[in-house]
């Protein structure tokens, strides 16, 4: 016997309930393996700028923008998706949005590559845990967002923490705070934008083009530049920058239009797990009692972020899912021809 419109909506809603998201479920791996592949490769990332070396971190971040648009440009030129560009062109408003999220991610860009060549990943991880509640509070502030009872706790918990660190410091935890207030801030330009990511990514990179070619022919006139001066195996590596940039953007980018936004979300702390990690275990850096208290009144914030995050995000599908059924329910029912 056919189903009917119910008995398909209740299996449709079955499945919401498991996963989330009405997606074959190849696609729903595939989207995992890609949400992996990108939260992984900017976790990992740590390991490769300390290769870049003896290049400073500004010569680092140079070449970053360099290359990073000369990647994104060819792979939009394969894919022809260049009708963007023009409409863009005639938005003096979205132009202007581009130009700040370039200039805030810049910043990000640059205070996270000194942060790691100079042995403060652990510091640099931390800005990654807070930037979600640095999000939240710039929406309420900014936004005029109305936040729950536990957003309103992980919020205060974050301020805490901030406050440990900075007592056992003896000072802000500043590469945390800047990191996280650069990539928030970012993230609420990218929200106004409502621009592709390669084509965000080309048209900021755009944006930095020039200085950046700038400095770096500044520098060879000056006879300072690292670029070509270490042998092919460096310079290939300074122009590798621009893969670390757009490919896990790629990956991510297949991952948000095949994985729940929720999962996603969970996702995020992959990267700056890893990368306290790395700086534990791998670059042995001092975690003195004060950092680790820090450290737990984040990961404490966090998880009552997450909770309530997944709990209303389960609400609002029940509900959802309610409505829908009600409605099919209690819909007129066409009459029937009459029998011939």
Excluded at 31 to 45: E, S
Aim: glycine letters at 10%; a positive charge.
């Amino acid at each position: 016997m056919t189903a009917g419109p119910l008995s398909r909506y209740r299996r449709r809603g079955r499945g919401a309930r498991r996963g989330g998201a009405l997606k074959p479920s190849g696609e729903g791996r595939a989207g995992l393996i890609y949400g992996f592949a990108a939260y992984g490769m900017w976790g990992l990332v740590p390991l490769f700028w300390p290769l870049l070396k003896p290049a400073g971190a500004l010569e680092i971040l140079a070449h970053r923008m360099v290359w990073s648009l000369v990647l994104v440009g060819l792979v939009l030129l394969v894919m022809r998706r260049w009708a963007w560009a023009g409409e863009l062109i005639r938005q003096p408003r979205k132009l202007a949005l581009i130009t700040v999220a370039a200039t805030v991610i810049t910043v990000n860009w640059g205070v996270y590559i000194w942060a790691v060549n100079s042995g403060q990943v652990v510091e640099a991880s931390l800005g990654y845990f807070i930037n979600p509640l640095v999000t939240i509070a710039m929406g309420v502030l900014l936004l005029k967002e109305r936040l729950r009872p536990a957003q309103w706790t992980a919020v205060g918990i974050g301020f805490a923490a901030v406050l440990v660190l900075a007592i056992g410091y003896g000072q802000p935890p500043w590469i945390s705070l800047t990191l996280a207030f650069s990539f928030a801030t970012y993230g609420l330009v990218k929200k106004k934008l409502n621009l592709g990511g390669l084509e965000s990514l080309a048209a900021e990179t755009a944006v930095q083009f020039l200085p950046a070619l700038g400095y770096l022919l500044w520098l060879g006139s000056r006879g300072e530049a690292a670029f070509g001066a270490h042998g092919a195996g460096h310079a290939a590596l300074l122009a590798a920058t621009g893969v670390v940039t757009a490919l896990p953007l790629i990956c991510f980018g297949a991952a948000a239009i095949r994985v729940p936004l929720s999962t996603l979300g969970l996702l995020q702390y992959l990267a700056p797990v890893f990368q306290f990690l790395l700086g534990v275990w791998y670059f042995h850096e001092a975690m003195p009692p004060e950092r680790w208290a820090g450290f737990a009144l984040v990961w404490l914030a966090l998880t009552a972020l997450t909770w309530d995050a997944l709990r209303t995000a389960r609400k609002n599908r029940s509900e959802a899912l309610r409505l829908a059924v009600q409605a099919q329910a209690t819909a007129p029912v066409p009459p029937r021809e009459p029998a011939a």
